[in-house]
Structure formats: structure tokens, C-alpha cells
T-cell receptor
Framework: DAKTTQPPSMDCAEGRAANLPCNHSTISGNEYVYWYRQIHSQGPQYIIHGLKNNETNEMASLIITEDRKSSTLILPHATLRDTAVYYC??????????FGAGTTVTVRA | NAGVTQTPKFQVLKTGQSMTLQCAQD?????MSWYRQDPGMGLRLIHY???????DQGEVPNGYNVSRSTTEDFPLRLLSAAPSQTSVYFCASELEQGFGELFFGEGSRLTVL
């Protein structure tokens, strides 16, 4: 599975959009981009995933570049409860889910 | 639905003791897996199962055994606990491996003295 690169940490103001970048330059054509988050040592929580089209659900939006070498997770209106570690993971069908170090996002009032 | 249930939530062992971490899911998921998470680090895959009767090793399998006799249950056994196994353990399940969303339990915090 392709490796991902994320910034180790970032801050965001409450009520503003949080844009979390992820690089995955070695992604293969059949690999999906997944995002999970982990709030204070709880079990990780699925956020969203996509192949090449942009995706949106009730939690977030996922923007994948046309060449698929990078993506951005957007939390449209960050709240204090969005403070968490966010993991960007590239995964093919039938493959295991492997976690990196993620980005620690701190939402400030 | 209860989702993925892990027991116990907390456990303290002495070096050399054995124990089993229980994991059960009620979503009829074929794929189940165990991860460990050490302080300040990401999750590492220990063992996984793609269905009843089938198990395989992940990144860090040494010191752990698993079995999958039913679709619902996937216990993780520590045969002889070591301080290096002090960690938080997460069980997860998915309808089929690599086909969507992985559901995680709340974790079991293990301390080996």
C-alpha cells in the first residue's frame, strides 16, 4: 500500500474550516484514500474515503487532486470536539489498513 | 446495535501471566483485526481474520495468538505477558477486508508489571 505524508500538527480556530493536507505520491490506480480520526485515545472513527472524485458526507469533504498524488480533508466548521489525531491512509481493496503518525489537530476557541 | 465490544477495558498483569482479550461484533462482519497502540504512536496491526477459521499475522504478531471459531468473536491471547506488551489494544471489524469502513471498539488498556 502507498505511503502517506501528513504534517505532524496544526491548529484551527473554532467555527472556521480546517483543511488537512495529505501527500500520497505513490498511490496506485485502484487504491482509495481513507481518513480516520482518533479522539483522545478512543477507538479510531471512520470519516470518509474516495477514489478520484471529491466526496462529501455529514462530517467532512474530501478533495483529491486530479493526479491523485495528494488530497485534502476539509472540516467545514471546526468545533472543539474535532480536536483529534487525523489519519490519512491509502488502501486497496482486500488490503489491510495501516496507520501512520497522523496529524494532531487542535481546535482553539 | 452494540457494534464492536471489547472486554476487559482495563487489566493489570504480572510478567509471565497469560490472559485473553475478548472482542465481539454483532454486525455479521467477515473481517476482524487487532491493533495495538503505544503512547504517542499510531496503531500497529497484530493479527487479522478474513472469516471464521481463517487468521493471519500483521506487523507485530510475536507474543500473541488468535483464533476465529465464529463470525462474531475474535479473541486475542497473550501466552506469557511481558512489559513490552503494555499498550492499548483495539479490535476492529469490517464487512469485508478493504471494502469500506472499519469499525473500532473502545479499546482495552493493558499494563504488564
Amino acid at each position: 500500500d502507498a505511503k502517506t505524508t501528513q504534517p505532524p500538527s496544526m491548529d484551527c480556530a473554532e467555527g472556521r474550516a480546517a483543511n488537512l493536507p495529505c501527500n500520497h505520491s505513490t498511490i496506485s490506480g485502484n487504491e482509495y484514500v481513507y481518513w480516520y480520526r482518533q479522539i483522545h485515545s478512543q477507538g479510531p472513527q471512520y470519516i470518509i474515503h474516495g477514489l478520484k472524485n471529491n466526496e462529501t458526507n455529514e462530517m467532512a469533504s474530501l478533495i483529491i487532486t486530479e493526479d491523485r498524488k495528494s488530497s485534502t480533508l476539509i472540516l467545514p466548521h471546526a468545533t472543539l470536539r474535532d480536536t483529534a489525531v487525523y489519519y490519512c491512509i491509502v488502501r486497496g481493496h482486500g488490503r489491510k489498513l495501516s496507520f501512520g503518525a497522523g496529524t494532531t489537530v487542535t481546535v482553539r476557541a | 446495535n452494540a457494534g464492536v465490544t471489547q472486554t476487559p477495558k482495563f487489566q493489570v498483569l504480572k510478567t509471565g501471566q497469560s490472559m485473553t482479550l475478548q472482542c465481539a461484533q454483532d454486525m455479521n462482519h467477515e473481517y476482524m483485526s487487532w491493533y495495538r497502540q503505544d503512547p504517542g504512536m499510531g496503531l500497529r496491526l497484530i493479527h487479522y481474520s478474513v472469516g471464521a477459521g481463517i487468521t493471519d499475522q500483521g506487523e507485530v504478531p510475536n507474543g500473541y495468538n488468535v483464533s476465529r471459531s465464529t463470525t462474531e468473536d475474535f479473541p486475542l491471547r497473550l501466552l506469557s505477558a511481558a512489559p513490552s506488551q503494555t499498550s492499548v489494544y483495539f479490535c476492529a471489524s469490517e464487512l469485508e477486508q478493504g471494502f469500506g469502513e472499519l469499525f473500532f471498539g473502545e479499546g482495552s488498556r493493558l499494563t504488564v508489571l
